[in-house]
């Protein structure tokens, strides 16, 4: 679905962002870049800055006008520094990227980034069925053109793997069960008396406050293991 | 809120990706930035591409070790790009900041990001609680240095704005900063050799193992008093 999602630079003038742009594109998956009236295109200091996406930066269809890049779309969302007066659809980053996932498996969906300085016309804007404003410092809100384009790439990267995003843990490993853990505080019970650290006439909350620690921490059964390793190993210097 | 998490880069080799990370965080409310043995700064291209966020980039607090930008922190998070193959607790950029964001309001949280080419080592690694992986093509997985920190400031932008404006009533306590933690674990391995549970010619992976273990805990101030008051009892038991 994500190669039915373009990002469109509308009259870039720094050949530096364009590259940027290709290169934050590729990173999340989208490969179709269309650039309105570039300044500077090609421009070595694109192709420096696409480090490695340079088969997207090479590919980039050039138009002279927005029509014409987004003439075959069906969704098209315009990235906008600042709330419009107007009274238009807005989406923030988020929101855009869900709308768009969802178009794209149908149809064609562009993203539209104006001039670092000016942004979009209105005449463009008229083009645009959504605007997205990504949230930001409201003192300091212009975001560099590739920054925003990563920004927005990221959220469709992330819209589009569907999946609410939970916490990875790879190869996860066997949690200590309740009985393994009861036999640790015991254990630890145990050496910290023979070590003269808990008085067992006098225990207070000690083993509580401990039992909370590594509760926390959720052990693994290995990790039960090397613990009551090392309890074992401090257990015999008090033998001796 | 956000004047509580800094954005640390170890060793960045270009002072663009300097700049450019300079003003995405000032686009994103964020303004400490930490800088461990920057290869140039300051430079004429940190300058350049900061456009603006020259406060944020003048700031700059400059260390000669990760350790030394992180002490004062009580939740670290290392970005990384590929997905390591030690289980370490690992975050999407949305969860990270969310966590952050609730640390933040009591205490101090880093984001550290690594070398452009050789990430974090994992010495450096062992300081981190929890890594962050920027979803993203896998074969093309290699974000430019200030594109992650847009992102991920961009992420922290936004979870601090959802997150709930309600005081937390919980009685937090203070948790351990990194460097309490660091006086812990060298404390820890100390008594582990003393004991002949550590063999420091052959020590495998037990630190990183135990590392973990406490990082997922994320000890408070009087765990760790306490935890190095056993080691301290052990430590005379052995020395009869």
């Given at each position: 679905m994500l190669?039915n999602i373009?990002?469109?630079?509308?009259?870039?003038?720094?050949?530096?962002?364009?590259?940027?742009?290709?290169?934050?594109?590729?990173?999340?998956?989208?490969?179709?870049?269309?650039?309105?009236?570039?300044?500077?295109?090609?421009?070595?200091?694109?192709?420096?800055?696409?480090?490695?996406?340079?088969?997207?930066?090479?590919?980039?269809?050039?138009?002279?006008?927005?029509?014409?890049?987004?003439?075959?779309?069906?969704m098209v969302l315009?990235?906008?520094?600042?709330?419009?007066?107007?009274?238009?659809?807005?989406y923030?980053p988020?929101q855009a990227a869900e709308e768009a996932s969802k178009a794209s498996?149908?149809?064609?969906v562009a993203f539209?980034?104006?001039?670092?300085?000016?942004?979009?016309?209105?005449?463009?804007?008229?083009?645009?069925?959504y605007?997205v404003?990504?949230?930001?410092?409201?003192?300091?809100?212009?975001?560099?053109?590739?920054?925003?384009?990563?920004?927005l790439?990221?959220e469709i990267?992330?819209a589009d793997?569907?999946?609410?995003?939970?916490?990875?843990?790879?190869?996860?490993?066997?949690?200590?069960?309740?009985?393994?853990?009861?036999?640790?505080?015991?254990?630890?019970?145990?050496?910290?008396?023979?070590?003269?650290?808990?008085?067992?006439?006098?225990?207070?909350?000690?083993?509580?406050?401990?039992?909370?620690?590594?509760?926390?921490?959720?052990?693994?059964?290995?990790?039960?293991?090397?613990?009551?390793?090392?309890?074992?190993?401090?257990?015999?210097?008090?033998?001796?």
């Open positions: 190669s373009r990002i469109v630079l509308v009259e870039p003038s720094h050949p530096g962002n364009i590259g940027a742009a290709a290169r934050a594109m590729k990173n999340m998956c989208l490969e179709h870049l269309y650039l309105v009236s570039p300044e500077k295109y090609p421009h070595a200091d694109a192709s420096a800055r696409a480090t490695g996406a340079d088969d997207v930066l090479d590919a980039a269809v050039v138009t002279d006008s927005l029509q014409a890049a987004v003439a075959d779309c069906t315009g990235a906008s520094a600042r709330l419009r007066t107007l009274n238009w659809p807005q923030d988020r498996q149908t149809s064609r539209v980034f104006g001039r670092e300085r000016t942004g979009l016309t209105n005449e463009e804007l008229d083009l645009c069925h605007l404003h990504i949230p930001c410092n409201e003192q300091f809100s212009s975001l560099n053109l590739a920054a925003a384009v990563q920004v790439s990221y990267f992330v793997q569907l999946k609410p995003r939970e916490k990875i843990i790879e190869d996860i490993e066997i949690p200590a069960n309740q009985l393994e853990m009861q036999r640790f505080y015991q254990h630890l019970e145990n050496t910290l008396i023979k070590i003269d650290f808990l008085d067992p006439d006098q225990p207070k909350k000690l083993m509580r406050r401990l039992r909370r620690l590594y509760n926390r921490a959720q052990p693994e059964q290995t990790e039960i293991n090397i613990l009551r390793g090392i309890l074992t190993a401090v257990d015999k210097g008090f033998e001796e």
